[in-house]
């Protein structure tokens, strides 16, 4: 089990290592000068020339590469081009609204897709089968911006329940900040949910064929009761690992919804970074993200092996 | 009156009869063997009773237990029979067990579905049914989980829930055939001694005559989802008056008549194993420790001669296997030599293991899972082709399979045709086809006729016969089953965790086997005769 672990924790390092060279490499060869950009067209070479030192563009790269990595590892992530400030403030800033933001969606998409997939599975090849999966048929398909517009025109602007868009702050207390979230997080869990439940029956489906389901009927166990107790767990693998792909979707890539709900998420901030070419943000917020999805994966190796005893004792 | 009364049976799987007019009565006590080859309608028979059968089942006709009309019962009726009056106990115990439960959760749940009890007092009932089925606390503590148990420990897990809360009726659908056999006669004397404790019923379902006659008081002979003939076991056996009772009973004592090959006696060695051992990784105990490793294979040497026809017997996990790959060089031994035809196969040539594959093919177990379903008869028997030294045109290849089929008893034009249209019988012979192609020197064949019904398997040993003697190929069977040494080879290796423990004559070792390991295959193995001749002397 230490084994496992240690050798998981150890390929989500190098995965670590590898993106950074790549991330870096990557932005390097993108056509504009950071600097020439902070000062405006107008600048003269020389004091172009001079920006660049100070911001020690001129070192060579390897050079470079490790006080970028150095400053990744104590969070400090240099500064915004174009807003002169700290990126890590930045990314704070966002992710006070990006985090939670997933959090909810994914927790409303798993608590929907599981019953979904659950209900569906126990009537496999029945109507009630046939039409939840037409509904998840209808989610993946169509665009969550759409639902997004759907949501707002019925809670926000017919029953006025909620914000159609903006976000107050935690400051103001939690309250209206979820309320200013619940709308965009449903946008978002929908198709996710959608997805989820598919992989939930079909994985469910497979597991209600293997004879130690067949052992649990033959106890006298309702199927109510082996679907939950016996064939939910099993199903489990696969469904966790796509959680874990739409956790790393849902913490970036949501500027669809962002925008729908004018929400300051961490999918604006790149969308706005990359356009104004300051690139140490664009850089810091893939690194977040390659950081979040590693350490989600290990989250979901991690459960493997709860669910998993099988996987427990192997090395 | 009768415990289990079933009545003109039927039941339809779409427009499908699989079942026809079933009788069947079980009485307090008694145990009922059901017979029957593959398809014959045992297992659904069983499930109708358990009301577990497919979701698009029909049944008609009457189904009593105790009293209760099983086919018309409400499901939470069906629920609270399950487990509590009727237990049962499936064929496979490797997939039978949940892998994400422990086996006391799993031994535990049904005692506290059914009687309401605390979850302490299910797990000391858990644990005493579990000691009672031969696993100790001190080695099988209720924490374990399945896969920390061997196939055997398994089955014994299997039958703790079916007979945790002592049914009045259990059913055990061909329980030990995935077992070897000594752990079948362990699993037997314990479903014995359960009966018999208890007082239970037991629909006992097989399809081995030996071993149906060694626990059940009467019989009922299925074919075709219709039951052909019924009474009391030693007597319907011995005197096997129904036709179809006769074909069986003889199909599983069949020996094929053996002419010994008319080759030459040469001194050359076929095959020769020389000390090969064969050692695997063990499991990691700690980070900073080397793991232990496996031994599988230990120190093994034999020899074979042209034509000759040699069983390697042994209980499962005894290395037979292992060994078998190492033989095909599809495995390759930690240290030892193997010789085929003078050629190292260990020695990693690829040049040398093509002309050694050539002459040494394969036969698996299972016939449905050694075929691509995709492909044609005519790629899949000319699958060996590409090891011969110069590749046949298209019509040489035709024709090759042709006479390949032809020796195997299936006809040229069934070339065109894909797997999924032969029976199991049928396929088993496609493979031989496929192994004989090349004009091997030596076929291993990995028990080829288990998975076979009796009269298929007797047509199959009967084709190996045939084949040794019209083609001189020498023949490895590698089996647990003591009858398919017996009928068709002339030498036996007994093998026991990893070493050979005995050799020789096969008539000799299997008469008078002098190592333990020896006789516990031999006094486990079922016998048809012995166990009519025992049967009819205890009735006197």
């Not at chain 2, 659908?173 to 018999?196: G, M, R, Y």
Request: aromatic content about 6%.
């Amino acid at each position: 089990m230490t084994i496992y672990l240690l050798k998981r924790l150890l390929i989500g390092i190098a995965t670590l290592v590898v993106a950074s060279l790549v991330v870096f490499l990557m932005l390097e060869v993108v056509p504009g000068d950071p600097a020439r950009l902070m000062l405006g067209m107008n600048a003269s070479d020389a004091q172009v020339e001079l920006l660049r030192e100070q911001m020690g563009l001129n070192q060579p790269l390897i050079l470079r590469y490790l006080d970028w990595a150095r400053g990744l590892l104590s969070l400090d992530f240099g500064r915004s081009y174009t807003y002169s400030v700290p990126v890590i403030d930045l990314i704070k800033e966002r992710l006070v609204v990006s985090f939670p933001l997933a959090v909810i969606a994914l927790t409303l998409s798993t608590l929907i897709a599981i019953p979904v997939g659950l209900f569906a599975a126990a009537r496999r090849g029945k109507a009630g089968d046939t039409a939840a999966m037409a509904v998840a048929q209808v989610g993946v398909a169509m665009p969550n911006f759409w639902f997004a517009l759907l949501l707002v025109y019925v809670f926000a602007v017919w029953l006025r329940l909620v914000p159609a868009g903006g976000f107050p702050g935690w400051s103001n207390g939690a309250w209206p900040a979820l309320k200013a979230l619940i709308l965009p997080a449903l946008a978002l869990a929908l198709p996710q949910a959608a997805i989820l439940a598919r992989v939930t029956r079909s994985a469910l489906i497979e597991v209600l064929n293997e004879d130690y389901i067949r052992t649990a009927r033959a106890k006298g166990m309702p199927m109510r009761a082996v679907l939950w107790r016996h064939a939910l767990r099993n199903a489990m693998i696969p469904v966790l690992t796509i959680m874990g792909l739409q956790f790393a979707f849902l913490l970036a890539g949501t500027i669809i919804i962002e925008n729908v709900f004018y929400l300051p998420g961490l999918g604006r901030l790149v969308f706005q970074a990359i356009t104004q070419r300051d690139l140490i943000v664009v850089e810091s917020v893939v690194m977040l993200l390659v950081a979040a999805v590693v350490i989600v994966n290990l989250i979901v190796d991690l459960s493997y092996a709860v669910v998993d005893p099988r996987l427990r004792a192997r090395q | 009156m009768s415990l289990l009364e079933i009545e003109k049976l039927s039941l339809k799987i779409g427009s499908v009869p699989i079942l026809k007019d079933i009788d069947l009565s079980i009485a307090a006590g008694e145990v009922m063997g059901l017979v029957g080859e593959s398809g014959s309608g045992k297992s659904m028979t069983a499930l109708a009773v358990m009301r577990l059968t497919p979701a698009l089942a029909r049944m008609e006709g009457r189904i009593a237990f105790e009293g209760i009309d099983i086919i018309g019962a409400t499901e939470s009726q069906m629920c609270a029979l399950r487990g509590d009056d009727i237990g049962m106990v499936f064929q496979e115990p490797m997939t039978a067990l949940n892998p994400v439960k422990t086996i006391g959760e799993q031994v535990a749940e049904g005692i506290r579905w059914h009687t309401r009890a605390s979850r302490a007092e299910a797990e000391e009932r858990a644990r005493k049914i579990l000691d009672r089925v031969g696993l100790p606390e001190q080695k099988f503590a209720l924490t374990r989980y399945p896969h920390e148990l061997s196939g055997g420990q398994r089955q014994r897990v299997a039958i703790a829930i079916a007979c945790a809360l002592k049914p009045k009726l259990l059913i055990a659908d061909e329980p030990t055939t995935a077992l070897d056999v000594v752990l079948q006669a362990q699993i037997l004397d314990l479903l014995k001694e359960l009966v018999s404790e208890n007082r239970m019923s037991l629909l006992f379902i097989s399809h081995d005559l030996a071993v149906v006659t060694a626990m059940a008081d009467r019989i009922t002979i299925l074919r075709q989802g219709a039951v052909v003939e019924a009474g009391d076991t030693a007597r319907t056996l011995s005197e096997a008056t129904h036709p179809y009772t006769r074909q069986l009973a003889l199909a599983s004592m069949h020996v094929p008549a053996r002419v010994k090959p008319h080759g030459e006696e040469t001194t050359e060695n076929l095959l020769e194993v020389a000390n090969v051992t064969r050692d695997y990784p063990g499991r990691r105990r700690s980070l900073f420790s080397r793991p232990e490793p496996v031994r599988a294979v230990d120190n093994v040497s034999l020899k074979m001669k042209p034509g000759a026809s040699v069983a390697l017997v042994g209980r499962s996990g005894c290395g037979k296997s292992t060994l078998a790959r190492m033989i095909l060089a599809l495995d390759t031994p930690t240290s030892g030599a193997i010789r085929f035809r003078g050629i190292d196969v260990t020695s990693g040539s690829e040049t040398d293991l093509r002309r050694a594959r050539r002459n040494m093919q394969v036969v698996f177990q299972d016939p449905y899972g050694s075929f691509d379903p995709r492909h044609t008869v005519e790629r899949l028997v000319s699958e060996p082709l590409h090891l011969l030294e110069r590749k046949p045109n298209r019509k040489e290849r035709r024709d090759m399979v042709g006479r390949a089929l032809h020796e195997v008893g299936l006809n040229r034009s069934d070339m065109e045709k894909y797997p999924h249209e032969f029976s199991g019988g049928q396929r088993q012979r496609l493979s031989i086809a496929r192994a004989i192609i090349t004009r091997p020197k030596l076929v291993v064949a990995d028990e080829p006729v288990s998975a076979l019904d009796v009269s298929i398997r007797a047509q199959i040993l009967d084709l190996f016969a045939e084949l040794n003697q019209k083609l001189g190929v020498a023949y490895l069977f590698i089996t647990h089953d003591l009858t398919v040494a017996r009928a068709i080879t002339d030498d036996v290796l007994v093998m026991h965790e990893g070493r050979i423990v005995e050799r020789g004559k096969t008539s000799e070792v299997l008469d008078h086997p002098q190592t333990e390991a020896a006789q516990a295959l031999v006094s486990a193995a079922p016998d048809l005769h012995r166990a009519i001749a025992r049967r009819l002397q205890e009735q006197g």
